[in-house]
């Protein structure tokens, strides 16, 4: 609409938001502009990769869309390739590029159209797709002059990086979730910890960001705190523990002695056990309790805003819905019907299907509280893994750990759910179709396994990293999986019901502030003083030699 900004109801403060959704416009905001604008100066240097660190919820997706059509439009690029590493994010991106740029260019999932993707101006794929029977050789390199890959942090190990590496277009990478790669890194230059040094740096130097400093960075505390904005918002914590998990997360764990099923068990238990080694039904009935009592709830409708809920398994997830429903069910009759809460995992069929149903406010209908309220029956996610990356859901209300998290870029993506900004609106027929709406202010973390405390206080973000103990199979290379499975049990032959009573044995409320969570500050701090610093990478690098078996002198 090259006349929007003469059009009378666009100029009028008071229409202008009705006109701008009513006419779905998409109007990128100055962060976004300067994203484009840093990717243009970096290719004006010369450069053909580049790498844009920005928050879940800032609007990457769009921003891509933008950079799409200027390199269309430029015929810097004929066809392009968008690479995501999950299924249900193919739609997703298909459904933005088509709202953003579809009237103009052709969008396309690969998958779903195979036999003519040559027709299309944009071809979406998961990493995956291509890796089976390296389909992707199936192509010609040049079949794509552009190559942007959503998460880049996933796309560019193992497979995946035979994918990305193989076209030789310009290269562009997408990530919400930046690591503090070189924390305490200084060790023999023959051990695996220096091995994962070069390798860690490598993944920086793929999209041509060397000295630790990607082509753009815009954070959680940027957003929150932007003149313009605010453009994200920050959550306000609960922190709710029982009886037995203020003995799990003890320094002494939590010590059972007892006769179960006609054994003795005579152990100490810790926070990593829960629904590993043992469980216990009081517990996860004092969880969804808690939850119903202290969920945030819809402004509108009164009703339990929506959540996701992560588990610590899948059969863990399926306890959980079951015992949400039947309190749903108790709590508020002729409500729902065994759909309060639904499990969105891989071993659910339609679980892809649910998560879009989800974010778009249908699933199992609409809600029975509010009529004519476009708000989904089902008001609880209930998960493992899938809904951590790549998810939007802007309405969501409440995030709710029921397991603990111990890796800073898996919460980061966790909490990054609820950090996008949503206005809730409601058409009230009954009263000559007045229109109501409410902004979303903030979204609640409920935490029942200390999981905020751990990266505000116990985290040690100076620590070197883990690496794995060898690197004999770094040839023989594996597909990622496409949705969450269980994490691995290690050393359990068996998990045992406790079957104790417990209650929940305090509660404490954090609002979180401009000045955001400690992860969030430490997770998106500047690389490049530390690099520069290092004499031995600067050599290492100014020789353009770093390759895998490269060693440091």
């Avoid at 299309?120 to 029977?133: C, F, M, Y």
């Avoid at 590993?276 to 039904?281: A, E, Q, S």
């Avoid at 951590?388 to 802007?394: E, K, L, W």
């Avoid at 883990?466 to 049990?489: E, H, K, W, Y």
Wanted: proline share 3%; net charge negative.
């Amino acid at each position: 609409m090259p006349e929007i900004k003469t059009h009378p109801d666009y100029i009028n403060e008071d229409t202008r938001s009705e006109f701008i959704e009513k006419n779905k416009l998409k109007i990128l905001r100055k962060y976004q502009v300067n994203a484009i604008k840093a990717v243009q100066k970096s290719a004006q240097n010369g450069n053909k990769r580049f790498l844009l660190e920005m928050a879940t919820g800032t609007g990457k997706t769009l921003t891509c869309a933008a950079i799409i059509k200027l390199f269309l439009k430029t015929g810097n690029a004929q066809r392009i390739l968008f690479l995501v590493d999950r299924i249900e994010l193919e739609n997703q991106a298909k459904k933005s590029f088509r709202q953003s740029i579809g009237k103009d260019y052709v969008v396309k999932v690969w998958k779903e159209d195979r036999d003519n993707w040559k027709t299309a101006d944009i071809v979406i794929s998961t990493v995956q797709s291509l890796l089976a029977s390296s389909r992707y050789r199936d192509f010609s390199p040049n079949d794509f002059n552009l190559i942007i890959s959503d998460e880049a942090h996933r796309s560019i190990g193992g497979n995946a990086r035979a994918v990305f590496e193989y076209f030789t277009g310009y290269k562009i990478g997408l990530t919400a979730t930046p690591k503090d790669f070189l924390k305490n890194t200084k060790q023999d230059e023959n051990s695996e910890k220096e091995f994962e040094r070069r390798e860690l740096l490598d993944t920086y130097r793929t999209f041509g960001c060397e000295s630790g400093q990607p082509t753009f960075r815009y954070d959680l505390k940027d957003g929150v705190n932007d003149p313009d904005g605010p453009f994200l918002v920050n959550p306000v914590i609960l922190d709710a523990r029982t009886d037995i998990t203020s003995r799990l997360l003890a320094d002494e764990g939590y010590a059972v002695h007892k006769v179960i099923d006609g054994e003795d068990v005579d152990e100490n238990f810790g926070i990593r056990d829960f629904e590993k080694t043992f469980f216990n039904k009081e517990t996860n009935r004092v969880f969804c309790e808690a939850f119903m009592k202290y969920a945030a709830v819809d402004p509108l409708s009164g009703e339990i805003g929506k959540t996701i809920i992560f588990t610590v398994s899948q059969k863990h997830a399926e306890k959980i819905v079951q015992m949400l429903n039947q309190i749903a069910m108790e709590k508020f009759p002729g409500k729902y019907n065994s759909d309060f809460a639904i499990q969105i995992t891989s071993n659910v069929r339609d679980a892809q299907q649910f998560s879009i149903s989800f974010s778009e406010n249908n699933l199992r209908g609409h809600t029975r509280w509010l009529s004519d309220y476009e708000s989904s029956r089902t008001r609880v996610a209930v998960t493992v893994g899938m809904m951590t990356t790549g998810y939007d859901c802007s309405d969501l209300l409440n995030l709710v750990f029921m397991r603990p998290v111990f890796s800073p870029s898996d919460f980061i993506q966790m909490k990054g759910r609820g950090t996008r900004l949503h206005t809730f609106k409601y058409v009230d027929y009954e009263n000559g179709e007045k229109v109501k709406t409410i902004k979303k202010e903030n979204f609640r973390i409920i935490d029942f396994f200390a999981v905020c405390e751990y990266f505000e206080e116990k985290y040690d973000y100076n620590a070197p990293l883990v690496v794995p103990m060898s690197r004999q199979t770094q040839n023989t290379l594996v597909t990622p999986p496409l949705i969450d499975v269980d994490p691995p049990v290690i050393a359990v032959n068996r998990t045992v019901d406790l079957n104790e009573d417990d209650s929940l044995s305090e509660i404490d409320e954090t609002i979180v502030g401009k000045e955001g969570m400690r992860v969030d500050r430490e997770m998106f701090r500047s690389f490049q003083n530390e690099v520069k610093s290092n004499e031995e990478f600067v050599k290492v690098y100014n020789n353009g030699n770093i390759d895998a078996g490269a060693k440091l002198s």
